[in-house]
């Protein structure tokens, strides 16, 4: 943190006034918002120094081509750590989900998809223009070994997860030749990897892009399947055919296409996207027990099981028979009972004593914000509450605050992923300060936002002391 603040003092010379940490995703890497009130930036601190490198390289190239990514401010000298541009907090992935929420996707909505698919083609071809592939992170290039990694992956860490019995030697026959597909042909276009809705940033209505660093040379499709069959996006068919098309049209400005070989290219990339996806939820959900990746396998094993309805590999049988057997575990089975815990979020006033749960469960955690500093006693901040600006602003640039908030996430996180995999209802954190109104609504709006955009759990946030105090999402 201390490098990231000294990197900020060097960049702007300017002494850092807020400091909040960021929500992290899958990646170990830590991201913070630093700065003035007037000027933040993102901080991060990585954990391995060639991927920074990449990521800085490759963010370069990219800003030399015109396309929409953050600027890097500042780099350490050990290269762990630097300063990129602040792009806000609303992602795609946040647009997607309100969608869902809303019963599906608008007009406004599908434009922006459209934008997106008009994009993708220019940082695959525009990035590979005069770019040193080299210096990418772990590897330059798509190549067999890197596909048989992904494919081990599924393997070890999902497959051999649900106890299904296979024959090893038959199975790694069928992933060489699914790698001999793959590997048809040599590009020069660039391969982002993880071109995904919480990757897309939307900043002054348009997409953004970011967390590009394990991007390489590789093959077009390999983007377009990433994103078109996301498991959270829950695109219908019609949908992916459209952007597929949309695709097609931006990308014939660089280079044509036969659009029957290109599909049946495509479907396999799918097969692989999906075995990989598989691996990863395995190993971040099974193995590092979270339970986010947990929650997304039955979304990734429908669209497995529509890939498998609708395509026949025959090249490859002994892997479609073994999915197909794998997706019939009654593990796998489609649930009518959806994931239902409820997350009720309440700040209160110590006056007027501690919330009763509702919910018949005796209670829930409940943190004391006292020790920290009372916005409250400041006459400019008596009738306004911990969702007004100049409060955030005040308590955002409380160290001691944002240090409270930190261990408040890792001890909830714990308990809801616990909880929904242990099949429970309903979670209770109470946030409590003298009045109600500043230290606490503070709290409990921050862990709400941070408890949907990590979990996507149903929320139910109450301020007791406030008018228009309770909404769900």
Not at 112 to 128: E, S
Not at 135 to 142: A, D, G, K
């Amino acid at each position: 943190m201390e490098i990231l603040k000294q990197l900020y003092r060097d960049y702007t010379g300017h002494e850092v006034e807020v400091c909040r940490v960021l929500t992290p995703a899958g990646s170990p890497r830590r991201y913070y918002r630093l700065g003035t009130a007037a000027h933040t930036v993102v901080g991060v601190v990585g954990t391995a120094q060639g991927e920074n490198e990449a990521f800085i390289a490759i963010a370069r190239q990219m800003r030399s081509k015109g396309l929409p990514v953050p600027e890097v401010y500042a780099v350490s000298a050990d290269r762990m750590c630097y300063l990129q541009e602040d792009l806000g907090d609303t992602s795609l992935f946040d647009l997607i989900t309100e969608a869902h929420r809303r019963g599906g996707y608008d007009e406004a909505d599908m434009e922006l998809l459209r934008q997106v698919m008009r994009l993708l083609p220019d940082v695959q071809w525009r990035t590979a223009e005069g770019f040193d592939f080299a210096c990418c992170y772990p590897s330059p290039e798509l190549n067999r070994r890197g596909i048989q990694w992904d494919l081990h992956y599924f393997k070890y860490c999902f497959l051999k997860a649900t106890g299904l019995e296979f024959e090893e030697e038959r199975l790694e026959d069928d992933f060489d030749r699914m790698a001999d597909v793959l590997l048809q042909s040599r590009v020069e276009t660039f391969m982002y990897r993880d071109f995904q809705s919480r990757n897309i940033m939307i900043h002054g209505g348009k997409p953004w892009l970011i967390d590009f660093q394990g991007g390489r040379r590789g093959p077009v499709e390999y983007d377009l399947v990433s994103f078109l069959w996301q498991a959270r996006a829950r695109f219908t068919p019609e949908m992916r055919h459209q952007l597929v098309e949309e695709y097609l049209r931006s990308a014939r400005r660089y280079r044509s296409f036969d659009e029957k070989a290109f599909d049946r290219r495509l479907q396999y990339f799918v097969l692989f996207r999906t075995l990989q996806v598989l691996g990863a939820y395995g190993y971040r959900g099974y193995f590092e027990h979270k339970a986010h990746f947990v929650q997304s396998i039955p979304m990734a094993i429908d669209n497995l099981r529509a890939l498998l309805a609708e395509n026949d590999f025959a090249d490859m049988p002994y892997l479609v028979d073994l999915l197909r057997r794998m997706i019939a575990l009654p593990l796998f089975e489609p649930s009518e009972e959806a994931d239902e815990l409820t997350v009720r979020i309440t700040s209160f006033s110590y006056k007027k004593g501690i919330p009763e749960d509702a919910s018949g469960n005796g209670g829930g955690f409940v943190f004391d914000c006292r020790a920290i500093h009372n916005p409250g006693r400041y006459d400019e901040y008596k009738q306004l509450t911990g969702m007004d600006e100049p409060v955030i602003n005040f308590l955002d640039k409380e160290e001691a605050m944002q240090k409270f908030l930190e261990h408040v996430y890792g001890i909830v996180d714990y308990s809801v992923e616990k909880y929904r995999s242990r099949g429970f209802k309903n979670l209770m954190v109470n946030f409590g300060c003298t009045g109600g109104q500043h230290r606490s609504v503070y709290s409990a709006e921050h862990l709400a936002a941070h408890l949907r955009e990590k979990f996507g759990v149903k929320v139910v946030l109450t301020h007791r002391e406030q008018r228009d105090n309770a909404h769900n999402s």
